[in-house]
């Protein structure tokens, strides 16, 4: 009975942390769009969700590789799975409040890698894994973003400027509902996984499914790719407004740039096996795409707090993690401790959702 | 004796990441903005009865377009591969 209730917890805690996932990361694949009127706003999220959603469906391979070469697999328990999912949920939602965009697969890690940590200690969590699979692609990916969209929107440039603007921008807004597709597919691939991939574990440790051999349960799919489909469609306004127009105010050009070189990348590291962060990808692009024009364009403040959120995601939600898992075990090894915390969060969430609401809505 | 940093990092993907995405990236916008001028400049000359530079236009305008579409379904196969 205990089991089944953690189980029931755990897969709950799973689905909020993709809804969260999809709201965080809408920015990445709309943003771009919506800043060069290429699509209107609802629609650009409502395509969005679709595609996250059919994305889900397209592989299942990653799903059972969380965590792999960060933790130490065989001491991860169902306790430490939700500390870490709390914890990733924490940071998506303190930077989605600030409107930064940030990683929400590192977030993952972060929090799982600090449950582990405060559970086994060092012994948990396998470091050189942390700077291979974290650490030196989040440095590597804005860079590489930012060089590839700087030099791509010279070229562009070059190629149309004696184009006069109106066919130029259309054909521009065109490519950027292509790219802009792809990316939303991608996403949907990668990140609906990881949510499958720790429903996946917790059934296994449950019991509800064999350790070897498995496949991922139909209803795991589905419920993963909704998950992150109706976070998509709620959308991170605010990481929208700090992508779309707080880095550089961008013409459609440098949107195609950022977004089409932003799908190759993330195609071509995924590819060879090197996967780097969605957003990290998107963001250098954007910026890459506005420094190339004119290093004024960007504004420099913004993108520093985006690095400094970057660099406080593994800490911070690993800090979150850890300090769960340490509340939960007050209470034992079984399933009372994530049900308070759980219920605490809900509670906590749907309060601060119901003390906006009633706020008036403030003049802009 | 194995260098610490290549058993951290895989430095043969990272490089391949490196020259993939600025190849890929660079040729594939690149393709697509010649695809948008190409359609631009024939729309242009055929107004203007400007045959042949209609003809190379549209011509220029065809292959940029076949190189973003053949671009778009390479992604959808690695998608399906991974």
């Known amino acids: ?364 | 004796m194995k260098p610490i940093a290549s058993s951290i990092v895989d430095g043969h993907a990272l490089l391949q990441v490196i020259y993939v995405s600025l190849l890929a990236g660079v040729g594939i916008a690149t393709a697509f903005a010649l695809a948008v001028l190409g359609t631009t400049r024939a729309s242009e000359s055929r107004r203007a009865r400007r045959t042949s530079a209609t003809v190379g236009y549209g011509a220029i305008a065809l292959a940029g377009a076949a190189v973003t579409s053949a671009a778009v379904v390479v992604g959808l196969v690695y998608m399906t591969q991974k």
């Open chain 1, 1 to 364: 009975m205990g089991s089944d209730i953690l189980l029931i917890v755990v897969v709950g805690t799973a689905l909020a942390f993709d809804f969260t996932n999809g709201f965080h990361d809408t920015a990445n694949v709309v943003a771009t769009s919506i800043s060069t009127r290429a699509v209107a706003p609802r629609v650009a999220v409502g395509i969005a969700a679709l595609l996250n959603f059919a994305g889900a469906f397209i592989s299942l391979k990653v799903a059972a590789t969380v965590g792999k070469g960060i933790v130490d697999a065989s001491t991860i328990t169902m306790q430490i799975v939700f500390a870490g999912l709390i914890g990733a949920i924490a940071w998506n939602l303190a930077t989605w409040y600030l409107g930064l965009p940030s990683s929400s697969s590192h977030a993952l890690i972060g929090g799982v890698a600090g449950a582990a940590f405060a559970g086994h200690g060092a012994a948990g969590v396998q470091f050189d894994g942390l700077l291979g699979k974290v650490l030196i692609p989040a440095l590597v990916a804005p860079l590489l973003a930012f060089a590839v969209a700087g030099l791509t929107i010279l070229v562009l440039y070059r190629l149309v400027a004696r184009l006069r603007p109106g066919p130029a921008t259309r054909g521009f807004r065109l490519g950027q509902l292509l790219s802009g597709g792809m990316l939303a597919l991608a996403h949907g691939t990668n990140d609906a996984q990881k949510t499958m991939g720790v429903i996946t574990l917790a059934l296994i440790a449950h019991g509800s499914i064999p350790a070897s051999g498995f496949a991922v349960p139909t209803w795991v799919v589905v419920a993963a790719a909704s998950a992150i489909a109706l976070g998509t469609y709620a959308g991170g306004w605010r990481i929208i407004k700090t992508m779309g127009t707080r880095i550089i105010k961008m013409d459609s050009a440098q949107g195609f740039s950022a977004q089409t070189v932003g799908a190759t990348v993330i195609l071509a590291a995924s590819h060879v096996g090197f996967p780097l962060s969605t957003t990290h990808v998107i963001s250098g692009g954007i910026m890459g795409a506005g420094a190339a024009k004119s290093v004024s364009a960007v504004r420099w403040g913004i993108a520093g707090n985006i690095a400094a959120a970057w660099a406080l995601t593994l800490p911070a939600s690993a800090a979150v993690g850890a300090g769960v898992y340490g509340f939960t075990r007050i209470f034992g090894s079984g399933a009372a401790g994530p049900a308070i915390v759980a219920l605490a969060s809900a509670l906590a969430l749907t309060a601060a959702l119901l003390r906006r609401l009633r706020q008036p809505v403030a003049a802009t």
